[in-house]
């Protein structure tokens, strides 16, 4: 199975900042990689899929790129909401596989 | 709008069986593969398994293959998980996603229900 490895565990930034988000995969998924957002208690939502493109109604200020083994997720200048936890899932082979998550802290 | 609401879970013995269900609406639901996705307490998630729009195609994580069993309902617009032979390390909040045609991502999830697996 493919193994994502998602860095840092914990990001500690400030409303405004920028954030990038990294997602290791340990073999090529292509860009069949997708980007998901968790606040506590709730259910993921889709940020991106297929590495660049954002789902329906997510912000401009959410992006995506790589492709191969390496992506990242950015964050252009932090709003107060973005702060959860962010894993990112690979499609390009069965098992469908997450990452660990990424807990994005003020 | 589309809406997924899961139900069924609950608490259960090691080694027992119990049925999850989703019920969709908002979306034309056999034109869409599902899949369920669990996530235990303060860990990250955990694809479990996925079905084709069809129902034809069926696909499971290594640790519920045998065990677990999805199914859909197109007639009642539902999806079901029945777990059997449940362990401890089951448990956790099963959340019920819809998948984006053509593309296996979750672009729809429910709110999940909690499944217990203890004595």
């Known amino acids: 199975e493919i193994v994502l490895t998602q860095s840092p565990a914990t990001l500690s930034l400030s409303p405004g900042e920028r954030a990038t988000l990294s997602c290791r995969a340990s073999q090529s998924v292509g860009r069949y990689l997708a980007w998901y957002q968790q606040k506590p208690g709730q259910a993921p939502r889709l940020l991106i899929y297929?590495?660049?493109n954002r789902a329906t109604d997510i912000p401009a200020r959410f992006s995506g790129s790589g492709s191969g083994t390496d992506f990242t997720l950015t964050i252009s200048s932090l709003e107060p909401e973005d702060f959860a936890v962010y894993y990112c899932?690979?499609?390009?082979?069965?098992?469908?596989?997450f990452g660990q998550g990424t807990r994005l802290e003020i | 709008e589309v809406q997924l609401v899961e139900s069924g879970g609950g608490l259960v013995q090691p080694g027992g069986s119990l049925r999850i269900s989703c019920a969709a609406s908002?979306?034309?639901?056999?034109?869409?593969?599902m899949g369920w996705v669990r996530q235990a307490p303060g860990k990250g998630l955990e694809w479990v398994s996925a079905i084709s729009g069809s129902g034809d195609s069926t696909y499971y994580a290594d640790s519920v293959k045998g065990r677990f069993t999805i199914s859909r309902d197109i007639s009642k617009n539902t999806l079901y998980l029945q777990m059997n032979s449940l362990r401890a390390e089951d448990t956790a909040v099963y959340f019920c996603a819809k998948v984006m045609v053509g593309v296996w991502y979750f672009d729809n999830w429910g709110q999940g229900t909690l499944v217990t697996v203890s004595s």
């Open positions: 297929d590495a660049s």
């Open positions: 908002g979306f034309t639901f056999s034109s869409h593969g």
């Open positions: 899932q690979q499609r390009s082979n069965w098992p469908i596989t």
